[in-house]
């Protein structure tokens, strides 16, 4: 009787140890206590050899990247060239005034005659136009006469699945898109408007300016061992790293805030929206996230400049200069909506590897600092012009019904 007691004692005994064992954590740091205490950077024990296989195809990707990388010597925009060969492509063919006339409906035309600038007499969105009008003003000497349609709505216009076909220039799209890409307005102002941003997030030159020196006030050493992400739920692709967030605050911040359409705690997953944070103290974080928008996102080329770490989600949706960035070299590329799992792997890896992650994200900002400046705006806006008017097979004639636009004082 004995004998049979101390049987079940002793398999009751292993029962216990079994799911201890089983509810153990081990934290970012790759130590494993049991889960009675703080999870905030903990993982399930039994998911070491799952995060083990993730880091290795991670690293060797990493490595492989950085092997086979060819920089490209910015000169005069020429990283950017091979998006305006790709974008106009399609037109090799040439461009009729037929073409031009089909599409009219898909945004504001614009004509250079002779020197001068021409629009439509209403623009949806004034201070969009008058971003793109800068750019086309400040360099009126550099092109030829030539008319074009401008889309300064968020997304795309012409789908290749679509019957429509001929020119349009948008800032963002997909390759599933003809559209002709070019510097958004936002490089000079017509930027979303946000509280910490009223007038719209500001000028390029002067972001980067304030944002090279917040990036100095907080270097690597310094910054917090935290992702950030700060923004309102355009996507629900957004959700999983919030929700990371709220099980694992000392991994990761990210909350989201209030826009146009909110009505409740619903359209903020739950909770209350917080109040924006300017992109300055973005730079305070190690970590930074990049989501789409409708298309793709204005805060991308901003957070390299904190000399942060950009994690970016999603590949599909792309700006002009997106090509000369190449993932896990410039920045960590993550899938479309990626699992809170995969998230909190990721971020493991980095804390692990911190001299990878720095590396990351030196080259990213050397890149965007070097191959991104004013100029490089104006050389690209002059270059892909210059290169469309080429298509044209028709002499451009001045449009009476449209405007002059003046040089601002």
Known sequence: MKRLLFVVFLLYFLTVLSNAELEEFCTIDGECESNNSDKSLKYLAEEEESYKKFAETLGQEIASTGMKFVPCEAQNCSCFFKRIEK??????????????????????KYQIVNGRLYRDKDCMFPARCAGVEHFLMKNLDKLHDTELIINCRDWPQIHSNWEAFGPVFSFSKTEDYHDIMYPAWSFWEGGPAISTYPTGLGRWDLMREKLSKAALEHPWSQKKNRAFFRGSRTSDERDSLVLLSRKFPNLVAAQYTKNQAWKSKADTLGAEPVNDVPMEKHCSYKYLFNFRGVAASFRFRHLFLCQSLVIHVGSEWLEFFYDALVPNYHFIQVSSYPKEKELRYLLRF?????????????RGFDAINKMLNMKDIDCYWVKLLSEYTNLLRFKVTRDKKLIEIQKKL
């Open 87 to 108: 974008d106009l492509s399609l037109y090799r063919e040439g461009i009729s005034k037929e073409m031009i006339d089909s599409v009219r409906r898909y945004g504001v």
């Open 350 to 362: 980095l804390v692990e590897n911190d001299k990878v992650a720095q590396t990351i994200a030196q």
